[in-house]
């Protein structure tokens, strides 16, 4: 199983970028999916992930509004469209992936089976 995030980037506050996670040995319809970041000296957060039984999706109060989850039809790539970016949004994201079904265990980090290596987002203000 892989999962590799691309898209990351320099931008400019107020910016958009959208970050891709291709995935192989590995179906966003089998598992929870989800995003998390982690800024230079803070702990991982968990921004945002999609269950698989019944589609909900949960985001951070800290992106809602901004940050969009999704997936393509073949369900081997997530998405995270990240609109009006923040200076306090500068992270390095990644994807991930795992059995738990229960979203805010998810984005708490428990149930993860499989990350992604990262991209670097930077926003300037």
């Known amino acids: 199983v892989q999962l590799v995030e691309s898209g990351g980037g320099l931008v400019q506050a107020g910016g958009s970028l959208r970050l891709s996670c291709l995935t192989s040995?590995?179906?966003?319809?089998?598992?929870?999916v989800g995003w998390f970041r982690q800024a230079p000296g803070k702990e991982r957060e968990g921004v945002s992930c999609m269950g698989t039984r019944d589609g909900s999706k949960y985001y951070a109060d800290s992106v809602k509004g901004r940050f969009t989850i999704s997936s393509d039809n073949a369900k081997t790539t997530m998405y995270l469209q990240i609109d009006r970016l923040q200076p306090e949004d500068t992270a390095v994201y990644y994807c991930?992936?795992?059995?738990?079904?229960?979203?805010?265990?998810?984005?708490?980090?428990?149930?993860?089976?499989?990350w992604g290596k990262g991209t670097l987002v930077t926003v300037s203000s």
């Open positions: 991930a992936g795992g059995r738990e079904t229960a979203t805010l265990a998810f984005v708490d980090g428990y149930g993860v089976d499989y």
């Open positions: 040995g590995f179906s966003v319809d089998d598992y929870t």
